[in-house]
Every structure is written in C-alpha cells, then in structure tokens.
C-alpha cells in the first residue's frame, strides 16, 4: 500500500472563530443546506472529543514512531474540531434555536454508549478498544470524504454563504484531508482484520445515517423562523445535484471504495489542494501570527 | 391458503408496528435514545469574547484606561480580572476597574512598564480605538469578602481592583485606605477615590510624602478586620510582615512573581507510578515525564489543544495554558506549559 503523495507533519493550529455577524440561515434563503451542514456541529464537540479520548489509550500499543507523531498530531487536530464547533452551539442558542436536546444525546452516545465500559482489563477491554479505532476508521472515511467535498463546494460561495462559517468547515475539511491516512494506517497497524473493517463500516455507516437524519429534522422542526419545518429525503437528493450539499451518487460511489481490499485513504482527496487552502485560509493565518 | 395468510398477518404487524413507532416519535422527536446529564457540549470552555475598543485614553502619568465594548457580557464582581489577548498573542490580565451594574462594556487600566516583558507596551502604543481585542473572562482571584471591617492598601495602578470594591461596600461599613504612588500625577483615578474616601483616604506620594506609614495604617484594627493589598512586591511584602494578629490578609500581585516568570527547576513525583523526577529549568514538565512515561499523550504543546492534561495531587501550580476553566485550574494543569511555584509537584499518573 504505497502512500503517494507527499506526508506533511500534522500540528494542532490555534484557531478561533468570531460568530457575531453570521446569520442563523449562514446559506442565504435556504435553511434545509444549512441545517444539514450544521448537524456537523451537533455531532462533531462530542465525537471528536471521543476520538482524542480513545486514541490517547491507543498510543501505548503503536510501535512505529512515524505513525506515533501522526498519531499525536492527529489528536491534537481533533482537539481543536471539537472545541471549534463546540463554539458555534452558543451561538444557535442565542438565535433561538437551542441545540441542547439533541447534543446532551450525541454526549451519551459517545461518552456511554461508545465509552470505556468496565471491562475486565485483558481481551475484553482491548477488544472493544480495537473495535473503537475501527469505528474511528470507517467515520474518517467519510471526514475525509466531506472535507474533500467541502474544499470544493464552489456553489456555497456562488449562493453567498458566510464567509466565517465557510472557512471553519474547509478549515476543518482541509485538516481532515491532511490527515486522512492516520486513522486508517493506526487502524492497519493494530489490527487491520478485513471482517472488522466491514463489520465497523455497518456501524458507523447507519450511525451516521440515522444521526444525521434525525439532527436535520431536529433542527428544522426547531428552528424558529420555520413554520413548519421539515427535511426529506428529496430536499437533500436535490441539493446534492445542485452541489449545495454532497451528491448522493457520490456517496453511495465512496463505499465500495473503503470496503475494497486495496483501499489507502491516499486516493481520496488531494493534500496539495488541502494545504494550500490551510496556508491561505483566515483563521488558520491567524493562528500561525499567534503562536510565531 | 396458509401461504396467504402469513403474508396478510406480517403485513398487518408490520404496519401496526410502524404506525406507534410513528406516534412514538411524534409525541417525543427525539426517542429513543437516552441523553446524558449533564450534557458536556454546547459549553464551551474558553469561550473568548471579541470586544470593540472604544476608548483608549491617558488617565495619569503612563496609564491608559480602555474600555472594551460588546453585546450582553459576562456579569462580574469586584476584584475581577479579564484575560486581554494582545494582537501579537501575549496574554495579560488587567483588573476590571468600572462599574459592575454595566453590562455592555468593561473598563481596564494599565500602566506603562518600560523595561517589562512587552505586553503593557503593546497596550500603550499598538492599541487604538476601533480595533477589535479577543478578552477571556472575567474571573476572580481577589474576591471582596464579608469582614466587620476593611483595610484597603494599593499602590499605584493597584488601585484598579479596589476601586470597584470602594464603590460595593455598603454605608456604614468601617473602612480605610492608603494610596501609595511615586507621584500624585501618576496616580490613577486619585480625583474620583477622593470622592469615595473622602476622610478616610489617606494619600501617600513618594516625591511628597515619603514612604507611606503601613504601623499606623494597620494599628488598632477591629478583630477579624479583612485587609485587602495590591501592589508592586515591595508593597504587598510589608503589608503582609506588618499584618496585626486577628486580620485576614487578600493580596493581588499584579506582576507575576519573579520566580514564576523565569524557569527554575522543582520535582514532580508521578504518584500512581512511584517514580520522582526533575524538571530542569527551561524545559517541560512533559518532556520530563515523556522520558519516564514515554506513551504519556501530548499533542500541541503549546497549551491549547488539552490532550496532556492531568491531574494535581500537591504542588502551587503555575498555570501557563490558555484553555482550562478555573474549577479545572484547581485541581489539573497541563503539563506542556505550565509550571509549578512551589519546589515539588504531585501528579495522579
């Protein structure tokens, strides 16, 4: 499995948003895109939190140092993810639409249902910690897939979407394109037994689904200015082929990829293009003027 | 026809199980998974708010008085600080010396220190109206407590956090202050606490009056008398050598003390790994467990990402981060950055 393109060290960058001037409707005149790009924020705080949380468990079983500074870059990128989208939920809060409801669930999906458990310390416990970086494996895949998109979403601008909500997601896309090998390298590392690469996949692929779904209903039930407010499945299929939201051929076109044998996370996304937007994108130039 | 009638007997389950399955999520959208209690998300720790600069004017010889303006802010009390995060990324924190009642600004003042570590010389000379600063905050290190009495003792720019105070305390509440500067010019807000204290201010220039009188300051206090210093080290020093038996003593540094600012080196045990070790001056505390504990996860090492937080069994942390919240600042540090004041550090790992 060669990795072509060129590796790039993986550092945390220092950013930090300001969300006074955006607009509860950040795509103007269409809340069904915009509330289906903002289930992001309801499922990232706590995901990505749960990431750092196991992979941090997982440091003591990597035997490769390249892998291992990925690895720890890695975490620190994830970190700052949850923190940044952790950041947009006051915000809804203070446009009248309170994400609390659904996020407190997405906190016990991750924090008990996706937890440590107790488990008898041995086969047990490194079991269900080999099946969490799977999970953590396939969700990447589809990180990676959306962050890839979102690089190249131009019908965002052309529809005059916030600018600083842009940049947090191809910020956040460009990082994730950036390290979209480390999750599934780790993964080949420890473990890389094909029927839990697909048995995983299941998981995460109907988690996602159903979560999704339900974070867009939510928001579009809840949302203030609605009155009657409602996603389908229609809605999104449309948006996907006017590239305001992901094609749903495309979607379906990324699965047998990641359940190929020969799958790397190499052949997906271009690193050139997601390093190029991170050493012009404003929050991340910001960031480097405050650490140098 | 047995065939038949299975189909119509599963088709007639499987559509009354999804007509209460339709019911079920009707009355409650979000059924049917449990939610955590509290939730963790949504709360952002370090929330740093983006204030506008509307005044940045001269108010004594080298200080300046800013006042920040935003949305509905954070409530504060006397004795507060924020966290002004400078456009060159230094971070310092400046007393809030306005009126707590305001919630739509905040007022800092800050004194030129020439040959300082550069951030007041940025607050002087970068600074100007219309720019946008980040401020983390407020927070409260100095709070004002329930005493029978007060003693208020601030030298110079250490006004700020008193100020606030003087203008709390309930009528009839017995108390005095001294005001220590080097020149009454230099002195901020001298006019207004005039107003305050009235007889019972006592001002003390250094040009004009020579050392201020700390025995007569502090003789005769009431039993349980709370005392409040902030000030230069030499200041806060005497106070605390002159302080009668019975008083309480609150000190504000506004300088971190020198120890902290350089490196020196301290001991950490690592507790659950009975191991001890040196933390040499100039290096990390991480470093020096990662050489003990070399799957210790890390990740930025520059205090802002959490991934190497732990937890503080013993030791006066020195906080260097810029991301814990002040209930995690009491019991956990991470150990990238910060330090430790005291010679030894205990940590759970």
């Known amino acids: 499995m060669s990795n072509t393109q060129a590796r790039v060290p993986l550092k945390a960058r220092k950013v930090s948003f300001s969300w006074d001037d955006t607009p509860l409707h950040w795509v103007p005149g269409d809340p069904f895109t915009t509330h289906t790009i903002n289930v992001l924020h309801l499922l990232l705080p706590a995901g990505e939190r749960w990431f750092v949380h196991v992979y941090k468990q997982v440091l003591p079983l990597i035997r490769d140092d390249r892998l291992r500074a990925d690895v720890v870059g890695f975490i620190g990128q994830e970190a700052m993810h949850s923190q940044a989208h952790d950041e947009v939920l006051p915000h809804l809060r203070e446009q009248g639409l309170d994400p609390t409801p659904y996020t407190a669930q997405v906190d016990w999906f991750f924090e008990k249902l996706l937890g440590d458990r107790t488990l008898p310390p041995g086969r047990a416990r490194r079991w269900w910690l080999l099946e969490r970086v799977a999970l953590i494996a396939a969700i990447e895949h589809y990180t990676a897939f959306l962050g890839n998109w979102v690089l190249n979403a131009g019908e965002l601008d052309r529809r005059g979407a916030d600018p600083t909500m842009l940049d947090l997601l191809r910020w956040h896309g460009a990082e994730e394109v950036e390290h979209r090998s480390v999750a599934f390298e780790l993964f080949l590392h420890i473990d890389g037994s094909y029927g839990r690469r697909v048995r995983t996949w299941a998981t995460a692929f109907s988690a996602l689904v159903f979560l999704w779904q339900r974070g867009a209903r939510f928001f579009m039930e809840n949302d203030p200015t609605l009155v009657d407010g409602k996603a389908s499945f229609r809605d999104f299929y449309v948006r996907g082929r006017r590239g305001l939201l992901p094609g749903t051929g495309d979607m379906l076109r990324s699965i047998p990829r990641y359940l190929s044998r020969g799958y790397h996370p190499a052949q997906e996304g271009d690193t050139e293009q997601a390093v190029a937007y991170l050493a012009a994108s404003p929050a991340a130039t910001a960031a480097e003027r405050r650490v140098s | ?349």
């Open chain 2, 1 to 349: 026809m047995p065939k038949l009638r299975t189909a119509a007997l599963v088709a007639g389950a499987a559509l009354l199980a999804r007509r209460s399955l339709r019911r079920r999520v009707q009355a409650s959208p979000l059924w049917p998974m449990p939610a955590l209690d509290p939730p963790v998300s949504g709360r952002p720790r370090s929330r740093a708010l983006r204030l506008l600069l509307t005044a940045h004017e001269t108010v004594a010889d080298g200080v300046v008085r800013l006042r920040l303006e935003g949305g509905r802010l954070p409530a504060w009390e006397p004795g507060a600080h924020l966290d002004l995060v400078l456009p060159s990324g230094l971070v310092r924190q400046y007393s809030l010396c306005g009126d707590p009642a305001d919630t739509s600004s905040y007022t800092v003042a800050a004194r030129l220190v020439t040959d300082g570590r550069g951030g007041s010389r940025e607050v002087h000379e970068q600074l100007s109206e219309g720019m946008e600063l980040q401020v983390r905050g407020p927070r409260n290190r100095f709070p004002l407590v329930e005493a029978p009495a007060y003693v208020f003792v601030a030298g110079g720019i250490g006004i700020t956090p008193i100020l606030p105070m003087l203008r709390a305390l309930p009528d009839g509440t017995e108390w005095r202050l001294l005001y220590a500067g080097r020149t009454r010019a230099s002195m901020p807000f001298l006019e207004e606490v005039r107003g305050l204290a009235g007889n019972r201010l006592t001002v003390a220039a250094g040009d004009e009056d020579g050392r201020p009188d700390l025995d007569a300051l502090l003789a005769d206090l009431p039993e349980r008398t709370a005392v409040y210093c902030c000030g230069p080290q030499g200041l806060t020093a005497a106070v605390e050598e002159r302080l009668p038996e019975g008083a309480t003593l609150h000190l504000e540094r506004f300088a971190p003390r020198a120890d902290a600012v350089g490196t020196t080196a301290f001991e950490v045990e690592l507790r659950r790994s009975g191991r001890t070790l040196t933390v040499p001056a100039g290096s990390t505390v991480l470093a020096a467990v990662r050489r003990e504990l070399p799957d210790t996860a890390y990740s930025c090492e520059q205090g802002f990402c959490g991934t190497c937080q732990q937890r503080v069994l013993e030791g006066e942390i020195d906080h260097r981060d810029e991301l814990l919240t002040a209930e995690e600042r009491a019991g956990s540090m991470l150990i990238c950055v910060s330090r430790c004041r005291s010679d030894r550090l205990v940590l759970d790992m």
